[in-house]
């Protein structure tokens, strides 16, 4: 059985993540599927199917050393090349970081939408609002208008019965003053007799 850790390019970061996800040994690791091992951190999609490519690699190598250690050696064991881990590494922090890019790139959009939102909403608040106080200065103007117009007709009817109020009065100042001229026409007849 074939530790996680001691796989190419598994640090001990990277094994310890993989562990607490449940990916223990080789064996699990190559039976994985990629989109399984994409929601692990610290781990893409081209790390994924690297990580399970090792182990199936890893497996293969150990089963192929059974096999030749069931014949008799002809050669000595030839040794096993030092893995080199740092090396493995890099290309896994380069997806992080693309991953982390991509992400704060994705909530930057998200910020900017809400954003957005909230201006179209107070933009359509205040469109509202300044129809609001149209419609109530319209209002206010229709019945000022009212009022003026019921004012001058008030100013109208006055004036019409103030006309016919002289009119009547010129007509029964007349017959007064007939009535005067009348008497004084009596006063000169009575003092020529």
């Known amino acids: 059985m074939i530790a996680v850790t001691d796989l190419k390019g598994v640090g001990k970061a990277l094994g310890q993540a993989l562990m607490a996800n449940g990916y223990k040994t080789a064996a699990a ?5 990629p989109a399984d091992l994409v929601k692990i951190p610290r781990i893409g999609t ?20 059974k096999v030749t250690s069931a014949k ?40 900017k939408a809400a954003e957005e939102k909230a201006a ?7 469109k509202a609002k300044a129809k609001a106080k149209a419609e109530k200065a319209a209002k206010k103007l229709q019945e000022m208008e009212a009022a003026i117009s019921k004012a001058k007709d008030k100013v109208k009817s006055k004036s019409k019965k103030d006309k016919k109020s002289k009119k009547d009065g010129k007509k029964k100042d007349k017959p007064k003053k007939d009535k005067k001229k009348k008497d004084k026409k009596k006063d000169k007849k009575k003092a020529k007799k």
Do not use: C, F, G, H
């Open 46 to 65: 081209s790390n994924a199917s690297r990580l399970i490519a090792a182990a199936k690699e890893a497996i293969a190598v150990k089963s192929a050393a």
């Open 72 to 111: 008799p050696a002809t050669k000595t064991a030839s040794r096993r090349a030092p893995v080199r881990k740092t090396a493995a590494r890099k290309p896994a922090a380069r997806k992080t970081v693309a991953a982390a890019a991509a992400e704060k790139r994705a909530e930057e959009a998200a910020r």
């Open 29 to 33: 690791l190559a039976k994985a599927d």
């Open 120 to 126: 179209a909403e107070a933009k359509a608040r205040k």
